[in-house]
């Protein structure tokens, strides 16, 4: 009995050693990964958050301004940019299991006025075709914000579009919606569309009979220990918003304004709510596992679920979900990997045309790391 007893004290050692190895091992991924990012051009600070097997991880790297002592924490508050609209997308699914939405409908169902051009010829908008970006809507309303995007990289950009949207409400999207002309079958063409998310809140509102903001918040404080996610910060929440930069302008640039209903891309998130996303997203409750479901499939690597990008290019991850989010002044990704209960978060307060091709380097090089020590072990 003795040697018995002192055989599972020696067994459970060693796996404890082998955890906290494995643990130390990770964040030495992290880091390696984040110094080496923070010295690409234009790039001078990261947060990087890895959630594995129930571990969470969290680094904050550089500075948020170049020069100074100022490094990110877990209280900086970020902009998350369109990783806002898979909030959107989750809280459909959600009514979707509660009965109370069928994605079947016709958008129209659920407008305050009738829409006759929300249709190409006789098959109109459903509320699928929000969801997968194949509705015909242009990515933005008013439609003169697409034209501003189109020179993303130029100085005067964030001023521009801060000035179109300082007084454009709810009413005014409303009104901007007459004015789309839909040119292709709904369902079959993806063209990325932040309106359609827009109008997914709307619906939303329709059904929970409640204010976007208010659902969302209540949800994800509630469902998910999110308590410093939001649309709208306080005047003290917004002193931690963290400064960015947009391309390669050195002078710290506009926040990005709200949007109406701010579904679209105008949510701003801490790392450690980020984290507590990603465990959500990885306990495939039954809200999850609907918004996850593929609702169109384009081709053998690539689909949309509820707002979600499902890949199944990389044999290696299997099927995963990932998100990308920016704004004038960050960017992000999050990406959600069933297969290894893997999921991360990375973050950087500057936006530019390279930016995603760095980020996506240095969190892949991480989750390559992770995955090469799990299958040798």
């Keep these: 009995m003795k040697n018995r007893f002192l055989l599972l004290l020696l067994l459970s050692s060693i796996f404890c050693v082998a955890q906290n190895s494995q643990s130390k091992n990770i964040k ?45 924490d877990n209280e ?24 109370k939405l069928n994605i079947e409908d016709e958008v129209q169902k659920y407008l305050p006025e009738n829409y006759s051009n929300l249709k190409f010829g006789t098959q109109p908008i459903l509320i699928k075709h929000l969801l997968s970006h194949t509705s015909g809507l242009p990515n933005m309303l008013p439609l003169e914000a697409n034209t501003i995007l189109q020179d993303f990289t130029n100085h005067d950009t964030p001023a521009k579009i801060n000035e179109l949207y300082k007084n454009y409400g709810e009413k005014d999207f409303l009104r901007d919606l007459h004015k789309v002309k839909i040119d292709t079958v709904p369902g079959y063409k993806y063209s990325y569309s932040s309106a359609g998310s827009q109008l997914i809140a709307f619906i939303l509102e329709k059904v929970y009979k409640t204010k976007y903001e208010k659902l969302l918040t209540d949800y994800v404080a509630k469902d998910m220990a999110m308590q ?58 039954e809200t999850v596992a609907e918004s996850h479901k593929t609702i169109v499939k384009f081709n053998n690597e690539f689909s949309i679920g509820y707002l979600w990008n499902i890949a199944t290019e990389d044999k290696k991850l299997g099927t995963f979900y990932i998100h990308h989010g920016g704004v004038p002044r960050s960017q992000c990704f999050i990406y959600i990997i069933p297969k290894y209960d893997l999921g991360g978060f990375i973050i950087t307060n500057q936006s530019g045309t390279d930016t995603p091709k760095v980020m996506s380097e240095a969190i892949n090089q991480i989750f390559d790391k992770i995955i090469q020590q799990q299958q040798s072990n």
């Design 76 to 99: 900086t508050v970020y902009e998350i940019g369109s990783v806002s609209k898979t909030f959107a997308g989750t809280l459909a699914a959600k009514a979707v299991t509660e009965k």
């Design 228 to 285: 410093h996610t939001k649309i709208n910060l306080s005047d003290q929440e917004a002193k931690k918003l963290a400064v960015g930069y947009h391309s390669d302008n050195s002078t710290i640039t506009f926040p990005m304004p709200k949007l109406p209903w701010g579904a679209s891309g105008t949510m701003k998130s801490t790392v450690p709510d980020m984290v507590n996303y990603i465990k959500f997203q990885l306990k495939n409750n």
């Design 28 to 72: 030495t991924f992290i880091d390696s990964a984040a110094n080496k990012m923070i010295k690409k051009p234009l790039i001078h600070s990261t947060s990087i958050a890895i959630v594995y097997q129930g571990k969470e991880f969290i680094g904050h790297y550089g500075a948020l301004e170049e020069g100074k002592n100022n490094r990110p």
